[in-house]
Every structure is written in C-alpha cells, then in structure tokens.
C-alpha cells in the first residue's frame, strides 16, 4: 500500500508539473488568467508534495494527517467543480478524480503510510 500512495502522490506531482507546462499553449501571453491556470498546477504539486510528507512521516507528526486529508477532500471537491464547469472529458476527469481521490483515501490507511523507523525523544 505504501507504494500505491507513492505512486498516486508523484502522479498529483507529474499532473501539475504537467498543467504548468501547458500554461503556454492556451495562453498566448503573460495575463492574469494564464497566471490563475499555472497556479492550478502549483495547488496540484504542492498537494502531492504534502502527501509524500503524510506517507513519510506521519507517524511522526499527527497533525500532518489532518493537514494532509483536509487539502485531499477540497482538491477533490474543487476538482469535480473544475471539470464541471470546464466540461472535462470523461478521462481528464477519472484521471485527475483517482489520482486525488486516491490520495484521499491513502491519506486515510494507516497501511498506506511507510512504516516507522524512528521514534520522537
């Protein structure tokens, strides 16, 4: 399970590395709404970020788990809300719904997370 988690955590990664890199191509200038869309990605990669910190270590730090679940649950809402009112088609919207989704649900399993090495003194 750990490694699922992995997986999902660096697919969120790629994903907004991904829409960042897209940025130009539906945007022929610098403008505030190219700046919106590239800080879309941003969200996505920071999120993934946050979920290899919960896979690592958080056995060592509770608080990461709240953290971690909570941003999961609203990038998951805001994302069906995106495709929504973006009419994403059927595969944008299962791939970007199980990849954060799935980070949701990991973000829940004790399973998913790496077993401790460590303790805290």
Known sequence: MPRIYLLISVGIIGLGIL???SAPRFFEQLSSPAI???SGGLALILT???NLLR???GHL???LRTACVSTNAVMTA???LAG???RASAVELALVLGLIGG???CSLLPSAQRPGTTSVA
């Open 103 to 105: 980070a949701t649900i």
């Open 84 to 86: 929504y009112v973006g």
């Open 78 to 80: 805001f994302a069906v």
């Open 55 to 57: 896979r690592t270590y």
């Open 19 to 21: 829409h960042i890199a």
């Open 36 to 38: 919106w869309f590239a």
């Open 61 to 63: 730090a509770p608080g």
């Open 48 to 50: 993934g970020v946050l």
